[in-house]
């Protein structure tokens, strides 16, 4: 395993919340072999784990967004986003359904497990995975999940 799958595997287990995960299709990004030394190459993009500052600065190179701003509106829709980072189901599907809906790029970052009174539900349960992704047909929204343990 190269040193780019293992961070992304520890990524997806929830032991890397310093780090963020940006995923990438290759229909968004003209060009993703530049990116590859970066990241784990998919059947359509390229997921990168690096540290959360130079994340937030390579996903606002790659989308124009700032990566906290797109966060922070793609909560106000769930909808599923795969485990993996590189897929989801768009909720707008119902609405636009003539229009092409694929996953152009996704923003990730995880939280450790809390404890405390002041916590409930997923996130006394273990770490949790949080998930921001973004439409081709312009529609952005989020999920979250408990990280994968192996």
Excluded at 85 to 103: F, N
Excluded at 110 to 136: P, Q, R
């Amino acid at each position: 395993m190269t040193d780019v799958q293992a961070r992304r595997e520890a990524f997806l287990a929830g032991d890397r919340p310093d780090d963020v995960a940006i995923y990438l299709a290759d229909d968004y990004v003209d060009d993703l072999g530049r990116l590859e030394k970066y990241g784990v190459r998919t059947d359509d993009g390229i997921v990168i784990v690096v540290d959360g500052e130079s994340g937030r600065n390579a996903f606002h190179a790659a989308t124009g967004m700032d990566a906290m701003n797109f966060a922070q509106g793609a909560m106000s829709e769930a909808g599923p986003i795969g485990h993996d980072l590189t897929s989801g189901d768009c909720p707008a599907v119902d609405d636009e359904p003539d229009a092409e809906h694929v996953v152009e790029f996704v923003f990730a970052f995880s939280e450790d497990e809390k404890d405390g009174d002041e916590f409930d539900g997923l996130y006394t349960e273990g770490d949790v995975v949080h998930a921001y992704a973004h439409c081709t047909c312009g529609a952005s929204y989020s999920d979250k999940w408990l990280a994968e343990r192996d």
